[in-house]
């Protein structure tokens, strides 16, 4: 079965960076769209950014547009969300999130916290 699994989170001060990872497998990974969202206690679960699969197109939500980057690498199967000058307001369970053919799948989630 496919599995998605996260890697990076952890705590960062606010200013910092971190950057995420997601590795897939048993997925035909090049032709999936690769998502990064994410849920805060008490929150819906959003959109942060995404990647299609054909030519790398990228879309972020307005509030990280400037400070983080998705990115992929078809022949590892790996999607990275790089965050920089991250806020306390971005603390939150970050999960992967492939998308194809009606397909759906998630990772467990990473936690991220930013905090002084």
């Known amino acids: 079965q496919v599995e998605l699994v996260e890697s990076g989170g952890g705590s960062v001060q606010p200013g910092g960076s971190l950057r995420l990872s997601c590795v897939a497998s048993?997925?035909?990974?090049?032709?999936?769209?690769m998502y990064w969202y994410r849920q805060a206690p008490g929150n819906d679960r959003e959109l942060v950014a995404s990647?299609?699969?054909?030519?790398?197109?990228?879309n972020y939500a307005d509030s990280v547009k400037g400070r983080f980057t998705i990115s992929r690498d078809n022949a590892k199967k790996l999607v990275n969300l790089q965050m920089n000058n991250l806020k306390s307001e971005d603390t939150a369970v970050y999960y992967c999130?492939?998308?194809?053919?009606?397909?759906?799948?998630w990772g467990q989630g990473t936690q991220v916290t930013v905090s002084s």
């Open positions: 990647i299609d699969g054909s030519y790398g197109n990228t």
């Open positions: 048993r997925l035909p990974f090049s032709t999936y769209s």
């Open positions: 999130h492939a998308r194809g053919y009606g397909n759906w799948y």
